[in-house]
């Protein structure tokens, strides 16, 4: 659709388009939408976003949240959206460590792989838009804001995601004592990895998602917030932009299969797709020759923990150190063990 057509919509008409996909399901959740009217912040309230102020006018009742690290946090606040992004990689749409805590009787999940669906965000009639970790919400902004006020991107110069997209949305919502605690929460869970398992403090470590039978995509950015995550667990990266031109600044490094040996660290984490790669990648003779694996500090990721890794939030953090922690203490317990001999 020739996007010229949204800017010759009025709200009305906008609403109007989408209620006749899915008008049932609206007014079906319109009860069971969070109430915010109890918040003692007074709006409206201004926040700011990667493309400029953002005005809401009254505390949110009906919030449509567009990535999943957006619905992570907006659950973590307590709230139930009225829409909110599948995720692509589960049954149900509904990440591991939201379960019981999103309803889709309560919430439409809303396929955004391709396109954000614009039509059927309006019949929710929205009057919150959360989409700081969308990266096409920016390409449709204009038409999101005829729907409602809409939250696309963090603002610049942040240093810290999580804190960054939890206070925001907490912000816009009424909710910043809320999102404080949750964030207080999280990151305590995170601090309780290097005291539980001391021996991974200042060790290195290397996490990867291997792409294909040719490419394997390092975290080592130091801008990355797997990155972030991992140094607040007392480790190292493995490798950093210091080692050479090749490691990128910001986003993901690819490797060559022919560039294994950059893996080698004291913690070695991989995820795979699925399709044969990791027997593939683990016969390698160059596989072979890493540490890691050997002294059984390596782990092939489960799916649901290489996707929580990739786009870790204020609510899946607990539950990814939750998942990674048999593994932690048995990577403590080799290293306490060749300590010794």
Do not use: C, K
Request: aromatic share 6%.
């Amino acid at each position: 659709m020739d996007p010229s057509h949204w800017y010759r919509l009025d709200r009305r008409r906008l609403v109007a388009a989408g209620l006749g996909l899915v008008a049932a399901s609206a007014i079906a959740r319109s009860a069971a939408a969070r109430t915010l009217a109890s918040s003692s912040v007074s709006f409206p309230v201004t926040v700011e976003t990667s493309l400029g102020p953002v005005t809401i006018d009254a505390a949110p009742r009906r919030i449509v949240a567009l990535s999943v690290r957006d619905v992570d946090t907006v659950v973590a606040l307590g709230v139930t959206p009225i829409g909110a992004s599948r995720n692509l990689t589960t049954d149900d749409g509904i990440s591991p460590w939201l379960a019981g805590r999103l309803d889709p009787d309560m919430t439409t999940l809303l396929d955004t792989r391709t396109e954000i669906p614009l039509e059927e965000i309006a019949g929710l009639a929205p009057d919150l838009i959360v989409a700081t970790a969308s990266f096409a919400a920016a390409d449709v902004a204009d038409q999101l804001n005829v729907i409602a006020p809409a939250l696309i991107g963090l603002p610049p110069g942040g240093t810290d995601e999580i804190a960054d997209r939890t206070a925001l949305i907490g912000q816009a919502l009424g909710l910043s004592a809320e999102a404080e605690a949750a964030l207080v929460a999280t990151r305590a869970r995170q601090a309780q990895v290097a005291t539980d398992y001391p021996e991974l403090v200042g060790r290195t470590y290397t996490v990867a998602s291997v792409r294909s039978e040719s490419e394997i995509a390092v975290s080592a950015s130091p801008t990355q917030v797997t990155t972030q995550l991992f140094q607040s667990f007392g480790m190292v990266p493995a490798l950093t932009p210091a080692d050479g031109a090749f490691v990128q600044q910001v986003g993901f490094t690819p490797l060559s299969w022919e560039e294994i040996a950059l893996l080698e660290a004291n913690i070695l984490l991989l995820g795979y797709p699925g399709d044969g790669t990791r027997e593939a990648l683990e016969r390698s003779p160059l596989f072979t020759t890493l540490t890691a694996p050997a002294a059984g500090r390596y782990l092939a990721l489960p799916p649901a923990v290489n996707v929580g890794l990739t786009v870790p939030s204020v609510a899946s953090v607990p539950w990814l150190v939750d998942q990674l922690d048999p593994f932690f203490a048995t990577a403590a317990a080799s290293l306490r063990a060749s300590a010794t001999t």
